[in-house]
């Protein structure tokens, strides 16, 4: 905690100076303020949570009053100062999810309401924000992705036969999707292939050992497409009254399940495994 | 299922946990930390389901675990409630049942198929379920203040006054 929020009853605004923003400076704040937001949508972050961070660097930079409404594909916000006012509409997409990104943008947020900023100095803090690396580079989450979703089958009951057979399908799948994405594949297409690629890798190699219980193996090995952040961001958006957001994300999770689903089947059948009695 | 079991268990929802972690793309220094709440998530709901409590009451109090250390863990660490509690339900999404849901519906077997959707939308519900009510728990009397009176308006004046309030 830094000295300024130490007293927390203190009038804030009368002991500051009125700056009001020219019709520009105000136009390139509201530009901020939709560059972070789509940042945050595009990270997977939830509505109410995307508005307080556009709201918090809004106010910090020098407006008086933000207005802002957030949905998963688009945002209107509009910033006020004095007499004068600017509205955008930005649009967000397609969505992922990237943790570390969501952290740094709220640091950003804390910094700018807390110590107050300069609208270049909040370009230039973005702009690093954005060409930061991934902090986990994309070939360890071809491992890591593997080794999770074979601790799956076991956590589901498998043995080392399934473990294996569904951290090699899962594995395999993580890097078609890291292949597919860098040719920007759409979104659904995406999932029914990598589910197909996990299941039949996984289906394939638990023929080949003879496993026990092949349905473990192919139900974890598909696990590294579950829209997770999508569905759990939906329940979180209807809790805090964001009705529009919650449906549209409730609709995309379960459309991703539904993609899922196709790519499992396509598996089963082209490789005519026998699973569940 | 003994302690031994039990424990077996965590350290595959650790593991699991942690691998999602480096998929989300989750700091380095929080990735023990949210395969951490994983676990205790996992643990929980087996220690509960051991007790002979339904899987859905069960899955909701691994959710809620989950919940209520990941928003503590958010406010430590300083990190978006996100990172521990997206990761945290991983270890319990309900694979098998959708996995089922799948099979039995191509074979055309459609009450099974049924069955096993119902299930996984109820533990799925249940998880979802969890972490709403570990957060309505821990932002009890946040809601209301008279920091945010409208949603969509932010005024200067409240700025200071909500960012005290908010220390995630």
Redesign the interface.
Known sequence: MTAASASPDSPVDTAEPVQRLSREELSDLVEIMLQVGEAMLESGAAALRTEQTMAQIGLGLGADRVEVYVTPTGIIATAVSGNEQRTRVGAAGPLGVDMAKIGDLNQLSRHIALLGGSLPAARRQLAAIHARPRRQPAWVTIPAVGVACASFAQILGGEWIEFAAAGVGAATAQAVRLMLGRLRVNAFALTVVCSFVAALIAAILCQLLDAPRPQHALAASVLLMVPGVPLITSVLDFSSNDLVSGVARGALAFLLSLSIGIGVVMALWLSGLQVLP | MNIGGLLE?GF??F??????????????RMLAVSGFTGAMG?MWRNALLEAGIHSVAATFGGALIVGLLGYTQARFF???R??F??NG???M?P??P???????F?RGDINAGLESAVVAFLL?GA???G??TA??LLTLGETLTPANPR???????H??????A?SS
Not at chain 2, 98 to 104: G, S
């Open positions: 268990q595959w929802a593991v699991a946990t942690t691998g999602f972690a480096v998929l989300f793309n989750v700091p380095t996992l300083h990190q978006p996100l990172v509690t997206v339900i991983v270890p999404i694979g098998v959708a996995f089922q849901t799948m099979v039995y191509v799925i998880i979802a379920f972490l709403v957060r309505m949603r969509g308006t932010w005024l200067r004046e700025a200071r006054r909500d960012l005290n908010d």
